[in-house]
């Protein structure tokens, strides 16, 4: 569950995620996920829609979704990358995007491209239990389980391994058969659960 | 300016190697391995991340073919599970169950096949008599997953099935059944057809003799019921 304050400012929550208000406020569905007509036909092509309100008013809001866990991200001019479906709420101040995260976008079986969200403020991703944090530098990267990612922010690179060879094939594989490898400099935020990937099986 | 605030105050702490915990508990839904060249058994699909260089392989590669030879007795579980081997912190994690590790000193303890993430190869991992449950002895250290925090109860009691995590030390369980149909014609038709209602805790396994069970706080999931919706929705489920 989100709490959110507002004086008379706006964020940007999933649509239908409102569960309680209190005091004077304003809900507009902003069509195509609130990115202008050319953000509307890049999520209508690329597959990444969100369903996206604007909230505006004086009060208390309060935000959640399936009984997701909800953790705050805080962004100073970097690029927090998220799936549209992780996403809960953003401040006015952010801008949000689609990027082409690649076949790795396939393995996490979210589809070929992300969210991001960029600017100062700060965001709200939802996970299946609490997230984990974990911090990626040159001298650690980091492999993640392809379904157990959320979200990555800052100067990450995100590869995609696969360990799929002639044994995967004959029930003999190693069981992390795909996995997303990040490099560089930035956090990684990753679940406690995985969710039903195209190659969780293998 | 607005303000966001959650249960899990201003976002969540970020961790490296050097400050994730070494073979214990990040948070109640996450376990750290800690792995200095050695080897772990390990479920398909419980491992969410990783630090260092480690390598996955199923237990019918054959360089570790001596481990599985001591360690690994279940040809029925076999596909489930690999070996991770290598240096670096792992984590582990099971649909956002609570996970706890458990230590084993020379005994042995029967868990759901399903709720076991993880054990060292000092264990042996044997088929339980029980379908569905797999049985640990020796010496060492396991990661077990269960719905709800782990409950230690000590026979003699009878349990819910679905919510039985597992036994340590005690005999294994046998059914017990409260079926009413030898009293009288009509318990029977109520036990076979359903006719007149049953409460679904009819049948219990039962614990006897001295050892530890161990219960998880949640039984199968009812079907949700309608509860409405506003004019125009579909009402959803």
Not at chain 1, 70 to 93: Q, Y
């Amino acid at each position: 569950m989100l709490v959110v304050r507002l004086t008379g400012d706006t964020v940007r929550a999933k649509n239908g995620s409102m569960v309680a208000y209190d005091g004077r406020m304003t809900f507009k569905k902003l069509t195509g996920g609130g990115n202008g007509l050319r953000g509307m036909v890049t999520r209508r092509l690329t597959g990444e829609q969100m369903e996206v309100m604007e909230v505006k008013g004086e009060g208390t809001v309060w935000f959640a979704d399936s009984a997701r866990d909800v953790s705050l991200v805080r962004l100073s001019g970097e690029t927090l990358h998220v799936e549209a479906e992780n996403l809960l709420c953003t401040e006015g101040g952010l801008r949000t995007g689609t990027s082409f995260a690649g076949l790795s976008g396939a393995a996490q079986g979210d589809g070929l491209f992300t969210t991001t969200v960029e600017g100062t403020g700060q965001a709200a991703v939802m996970s299946g239990g609490p997230v984990v944090a974990l911090r990626v530098s040159p001298a650690y990267p980091l492999t993640v389980d392809p379904g157990a990612y959320i979200a990555h922010q800052g100067g990450v690179r995100r590869s995609f391994q696969s360990g799929a060879g002639a044994r995967t094939l004959f029930g003999e594989g190693g069981g992390e058969a795909f996995q997303l490898r990040f490099e560089g400099e930035g956090v990684v935020y990753v679940q406690p659960s995985e969710r039903a990937t195209f190659g969780g099986d293998l | 300016m607005s303000a966001f605030a959650t249960a899990g105050g201003t976002g969540p702490r970020i961790f490296d190697p050097a400050t994730l915990p070494g073979d214990d508990n990040v948070n109640p839904y996450t376990f750290c391995v800690e792995m200095a060249g050695g080897r772990w058994f390990l479920q398909k699909g419980k491992m969410i991340a990783y630090y260092g260089r480690m390598s996955f392989n199923g237990v019918g590669y054959g360089p570790l073919d001596a481990l599985v030879r001591s360690a690994f007795h279940s040809p029925m579980h076999a596909a489930d599970w690999v070996v991770a081997e290598g240096t670096g912190k792992m984590l582990l994690a099971d649909r956002a169950y609570d996970v706890n590790s458990f230590d084993l000193d020379d005994g042995n303890l029967t868990v759901r096949s399903g709720n076991l993430l993880a054990f060292e190869p000092s264990l042996s991992l044997k088929q339980s008599i029980v379908p569905g449950f797999l049985t640990l002895i020796g010496t060492g250290k396991f990661v077990a997953a269960s719905n709800g925090p782990v409950v230690f109860m000590e026979p003699p009691l009878r349990v819910d099935p679905e919510a039985l995590v597992g036994w340590a030390d005690c005999p294994s369980p046998y059914h017990h059944y409260d079926h009413g149909y030898l009293r009288g014609v009509l318990g029977g038709v109520r036990s076979l057809t359903g006719l007149g209602g049953a409460s679904g805790e009819e049948h219990q396994y039962e614990f006897s003799g001295a050892g530890t069970v161990l219960l998880q706080s949640t039984e199968k999931v009812l079907a949700e019921r309608a509860t409405g919706a506003g004019p125009g929705r579909a009402t959803t489920g």
